[in-house]
Nanobody, 121 residues
Framework: QVQLVESGGGLVQPGGSLRLSCAASGSFFRINTMAWYRQAPGKQRDLVASITSGSITNYADSVKGRFTISRDDAKNTVYLQIDSLKPEDTAVYYC???????????????WGQGTLVTVSS
């Protein structure tokens, strides 16, 4: 069974940094776009950053210049480097991937279980 497993969340002080990781495991043919979303308490889940298979990146305006998304296709892993953290970055961060399970099959969307990032002094 294909799954996404996130790691790297935690409690950090304002101005600090974190690096989130998300690894895809199981059997699949190809990973297309990978992305990070976040959901703060009482709010909807929003796109933070995405990266295509050609490494084209896209960021939400609120995180530009502070967050960096990258991927290592050899490890089937996407990363989110988060710098200059602010209290409003507190949220559960979810990994998302558009996967092709086998050649000739349509892609499907997969979500990780989420990792909590808390920014507080």
């Amino acid at each position: 069974q294909v799954q996404l497993v996130e790691s790297g969340g935690g409690l950090v002080q304002p101005g600090g940094s974190l690096r989130l990781s998300c690894a895809a495991s199981g059997s699949f043919f190809r990973i297309n776009t990978m992305a990070w979303y976040r959901q703060a308490p009482g709010k909807q889940r929003d796109l933070v950053a995405s990266i295509t298979s050609g490494s084209i990146t896209n960021y939400a305006d609120s995180v530009k210049g502070r967050f960096t998304i990258s991927r290592d296709d050899a490890k089937n892993t996407v990363y989110l480097q988060i710098d200059s953290l602010k209290p409003e970055d507190t949220a559960v961060y979810y990994c998302n991937a558009d996967l092709v399970l086998a050649m000739g099959y349509k892609s499907r969307e997969l979500w990780g279980q989420g990792t909590l990032v808390t920014v507080s002094s």
